[in-house]
């Protein structure tokens, strides 16, 4: 049984996410022992020049690298990221355990995306679209994707 971390900025305030969060965690808990870290967001203020902005990802970057595992696996959700298909997806997740890879962290930046610091520590990257998610959405995508993967490799069946 691997481990997987989620490290993401800020927290979520809606039931309706947590409730799925805590489904999909309980649904992994036979698979792998699942952690999720949130980390401290920044208030963006309405119209912030590009500098502001930047300054804000290297805040949120900083409490993001302070939680990386150094033995760890890092993947970093990015629009420009590899796409996979779900069956791509459970390949990847397992060949990583396969090859002796324990810990797999992935990382959901915050409302202005991950930091240049962060995104070169990851060790991968992968994109879910080429929209933008609110990051409460993606934990949850995210999850359920782990989930099916895991459902996949084992050979059980799952919705499709």
Request: net charge positive.
């Amino acid at each position: 049984m691997g481990n997987i971390s989620i490290i993401c900025v800020g927290k979520i305030k809606e039931k309706y996410w947590n409730d799925a969060i805590t489904e999909y965690s309980k649904r992994l808990s036979r698979y792998c022992k699942l952690s999720i870290v949130e980390v401290a967001d920044e208030k963006t203020p309405d119209n912030a020049p590009p500098a502001v902005e930047e300054q804000i990802r290297k805040k949120e970057a900083e409490r993001i690298l302070k939680n990386i595992d150094e033995r760890a696996h890092v993947c970093v959700l990015a629009i420009k990221g590899k796409r996979y298909t779900s069956e791509a997806f459970s390949e990847y997740i397992s060949g990583l355990g396969v090859n002796g890879t324990s810990h797999i962290q992935f990382v959901i930046g915050g409302s202005l995306g991950l930091h240049e610091s962060v995104l070169k520590r990851a060790d991968s990257s992968i994109s879910f679209s080429d929209m933008t998610f609110p990051h409460q959405m993606m934990r949850v995508i995210l999850l359920e994707q782990i989930y099916r993967g895991y459902k996949i490799f084992c050979g059980e069946p799952y919705h499709k």
